[in-house]
């Protein structure tokens, strides 16, 4: 999820661009409803981003029994 956050930010961009723009087809309230699922993943993806930073310098150790 945390990989996404660029991917979900374009995807709510063209989708609020197409879908708030004044055009008008059948359509439209299927795009509107798609923006407002992208730009939630896109929060829910920064939040993930800021509560869970990634550590590059943990290593896995074997458990010895």
Do not use: C, H, N
Not at 3 to 18: N, R
């Amino acid at each position: 999820m945390k990989k996404k956050t660029l991917l979900f930010l374009v995807l709510a961009l063209v989708t609020g661009v197409v879908g708030f723009t004044g055009l008008s087809f059948d359509g439209i309230e299927v795009i509107r409803v798609m923006f407002l699922i992208f730009a939630d993943l896109l929060v829910i993806s920064l939040m993930a981003k800021l509560f869970f930073p990634d550590k590059p310098g943990m290593k896995y150790q074997p458990v010895k029994k």
